[in-house]
């Protein structure tokens, strides 16, 4: 017999009624070791936002060729960056984190339950959308942790969180947070963190690269607002920073297979600098809301020495917003902004 005077008899007991906020970021293998790596990677490819190639060709190529070979490469690379003491990659650090620091400031209202999830790997969106369906949660907001909209990443955010809704007889509402990229909290987050970063360096950088990550040109053809989302970003940060695109330039990074990808190429971009003569180099990028295998392996270590081969002197990556006030408090803009009329 239910308690719940306003329930039918025999009505099955339900939770409080609550308001999920669940923060999705790209995702991470489990472990570095090659099975681990081929899972992920395997899940990662096959995503057709992600991979835009003819299905039959594609499922030969990443099969026979690309799960054989990249695992190993790319455990070791990860291995670089892993969080040992937690045994576990350090975007799944800092996305719990970001998770428990705005709960804490949304800990105010009882009804408000925050959780996160991985779009590739573990924790699935599907079992945080589970569990916060089952602990009473009828409207749940999604915030895909990129700054700027893809299909490759917002876009395909959103399939799995419909996906899960799709097995689910009793569906919450669901609102999914835009994109960011010119949310005056977030570029004035963005500038301070530069800032800060640049004043505690021993060098004063000529160059400021912004590195974005990539996709193939074809992409922007076929209509995504990537690019243009991350031009715009980068052109509030320099009317902030009063820098012109000589001094802090835009660059993408990341590129994979033979197709054409955004221009110009990071790598590329920054092997040129030093070949100009060009001794002190920054490099920000503002397109990832954490620190990850791409921020921490491919810029800190990869290109810097790149950089420095080429005839470079001091290179300096800047991080990511992560869990810092500034990138706490931008979080904390766009859930509530997103949330009004539920809260």
Request: proline letters at 7%.
């Amino acid at each position: 017999m239910n308690a719940n005077p306003n329930l039918p008899p025999n009505h099955p007991a339900l939770p409080p009624r609550r308001i999920g906020v669940l923060l999705v970021n790209l995702g991470t293998p489990d472990a570095t070791d090659y099975w681990s790596m081929r899972r992920y990677l395997k899940e990662f490819l096959s995503d057709r936002r992600v991979i835009e190639e003819n299905p039959v060709k594609w499922w030969l190529v990443l099969n026979l060729i690309i799960l054989t070979v990249r695992p190993g490469r790319k455990g070791r690379d990860y291995d670089k960056i892993w969080n040992k003491a937690l045994d576990e990659s350090f975007l799944k650090t800092i996305t719990r984190s970001q998770s428990d620091k705005l709960g804490a400031e949304l800990a105010s209202d009882p009804r408000l339950l925050v959780d996160w999830a991985m779009r590739y790997g573990n924790p699935s969106i599907r079992s945080k959308l589970d569990a916060m369906q089952a602990a009473g949660c009828d409207r749940i907001l999604v915030v895909p942790l990129y700054p700027q909209y893809a299909a490759a990443t917002t876009a395909t955010v959103c399939d799995k969180a419909f996906e899960a809704l799709a097995a689910m007889r009793w569906q919450p509402a669901v609102r999914i947070a835009p994109a960011y990229f010119d949310n005056p909290v977030y570029i004035e987050a963005l500038a301070s963190s530069i800032e800060d970063s640049l004043a505690k360096l021993t060098f004063n950088p000529e160059v400021i690269i912004a590195s974005f990550h990539g996709m193939p040109e074809d992409y922007l053809h076929k209509g995504d607002p990537y690019y243009c989302q991350c031009h715009a970003t980068a052109r509030l940060l320099r009317e902030r920073l009063k820098l012109d695109d000589k001094h802090l330039m835009l660059t993408f990074q990341s590129r994979f297979g033979p197709a054409e990808w955004l221009k110009p190429y990071t790598d590329m971009t920054v092997k040129a600098l030093a070949e100009r003569g060009v001794k002190n180099l920054a490099v920000i990028t503002p397109g990832f809301s954490s620190d990850c295998l791409e921020t921490l392996e491919e810029i800190a270590m990869e290109n810097a020495d790149i950089f420095r081969h080429a005839g470079g002197e001091n290179f300096a990556a800047i991080p990511c917003l992560n869990d810092s006030p500034g990138g706490i408090a931008v979080i904390r803009d766009l859930v509530g902004r997103e949330l009004q009329g539920w809260v």
